[in-house]
């Protein structure tokens, strides 16, 4: 009986992952070789990969450092209004992006109060890399701030009393016990929004259209070219981060061992 009811796991399981690696299978096995050398020798192919991965890289560290402390007090503090701040923290995961995109151009656009008051220390958020760190961030930081509750929440609280009453302050207590013992979470949840920025679209596009990320660009060379001069720009992304999360994978398989 046991058997059987695993061979079920096993078949819906396998349905699943042969629906998400089928398509992107598909894509970059049916590459036209010369169109792909044609695009892939663009060099504004390449600028475009290499600012979505630095701007996905500078949304992760903002959102550590504001998120991870965020979670903590989720995970182990009660506060008025808890419930409230996360529905805030979940409600960019379930808010259209386009519509995310249009809340942050009438913050941070240069007509409202946001982008005035950041205007007079020189920094814009509309047609600008910090635009796109701004976006990135709204959109991608639940995954973390989520996670890192989660970590901290599984943190035995004995353990953190123990510490406490053996002269542990409260900073010492988070460094030398609750944080080692919840660092593994919170890089789960870093990498998970790293890769949500990596593919945001639709809050970039309404505040920050120029410079392109990769999903604009791949977007408007389908809208100008059609499909065959747009898949092979999305091929290579999917290649870079294959290679870049099974390295990130394998890195923390042998940590772990």
């Not at 695993?6 to 629906?19: D, H, N, P, R, Y």
């Not at 290579?236 to 990130?248: E, H, Q």
Request: glycine share 8%; with cysteine; charged share 15%.
């Amino acid at each position: 009986m046991k058997a059987h009811f695993e061979k079920v796991f096993w078949v819906l399981g396998s349905l699943l992952v042969l629906f998400l690696v089928l398509p992107l299978v598909r894509m970059v096995g049916s590459l036209d070789l010369a169109i792909a050398k044609k695009v892939l020798s663009d060099l504004q192919v390449y600028h475009s990969i290499l600012l979505t991965l630095r701007c996905a890289l500078w949304a992760t560290i903002l959102g550590i450092t504001t998120g991870v402390p965020l979670g903590y007090l989720l995970a182990k503090r009660s506060f008025p209004m808890k419930n409230l701040v996360q529905a805030a923290v979940d409600l960019p995961v379930v808010v259209p992006h386009t519509a995310a995109g249009i809340a942050l151009l009438m913050v941070f656009g240069r007509h409202f109060w946001g982008g005035r008051l950041f205007s007079t220390f020189g920094l814009s958020f509309v047609d600008t890399e910090a635009g796109i760190v701004i976006a990135m961030t709204f959109v991608s930081a639940p995954f973390l701030i989520n996670a890192a509750r989660d970590a901290f929440a599984g943190v035995p609280g004995r353990m953190e009393q123990v510490a406490r009453t053996l002269g542990a302050s409260p900073a010492q207590v988070f460094y030398r016990v609750t944080f080692p013992l919840a660092w593994r979470g919170i890089l789960s949840g870093a990498l998970l929004m790293w890769a949500r920025g990596i593919s945001e679209f639709g809050a970039v596009i309404i505040l920050t259209y120029h410079p392109m990320v990769t999903p604009v660009l791949i977007f408007e060379r389908f809208e100008a070219y059609g499909l065959r001069f747009a898949y092979p720009v999305a091929a290579l992304l999917v290649l870079i981060c294959l290679v870049l999360f099974s390295l990130f994978r394998f890195l923390a398989s042998r940590r772990k061992k």
